[in-house]
């Protein structure tokens, strides 16, 4: 089995930083791609950003690009996501994901954290 466990969400003022980290356990040799996602109140849950493990390659969504960025931590076994320069509409439960490529986890991926919630105030 493989676990996630998010961690770092907060509540900041728009214009505000938050770095959130995703730690992977158990069996994750499988899992070469890791991303996450967000769900706002009332919205689908959308993707945000994803890495392939191997290459390192990011992807990112349209809506953070130049404002987030994700990261590898290959000793802690753990991705991360430093957000920049918050805006009200991120505010959301962010949820890590890890499945075997990243195209797998942008649609549907096969592990998922519990969730970290992040709130922007305006």
């Known amino acids: 089995q493989v676990q996630l466990v998010e961690s770092g969400g907060g509540l900041v003022q728009t214009g505000g930083s938050l770095r959130l980290s995703c730690a992977a356990s158990g069996r994750t040799l499988s899992n070469n791609a890791m991303g996450w996602f967000r769900q706002a109140p009332g919205k689908e849950r959308e993707f945000v950003a994803a890495?392939?493990?191997?290459?390192?390659?990011?992807y990112y969504a349209d809506s953070v690009k130049g404002r987030f960025t994700i990261s590898r931590d290959n000793a802690k076994n753990s991705v991360s996501l430093q957000m920049n320069n918050l805006k009200p509409d991120d505010t959301a439960v962010y949820y890590c994901?890890?499945?075997?490529?990243?195209?797998?986890?942008?649609?549907?991926?096969?592990?998922w954290g519990q969730g970290t919630q992040v709130t922007v105030s305006s």
């Open positions: 890495i392939s493990w191997s290459s390192g390659r990011t």
């Open positions: 994901a890890a499945d075997a490529s990243v195209a797998r986890v942008r649609s549907t991926p096969s592990y």
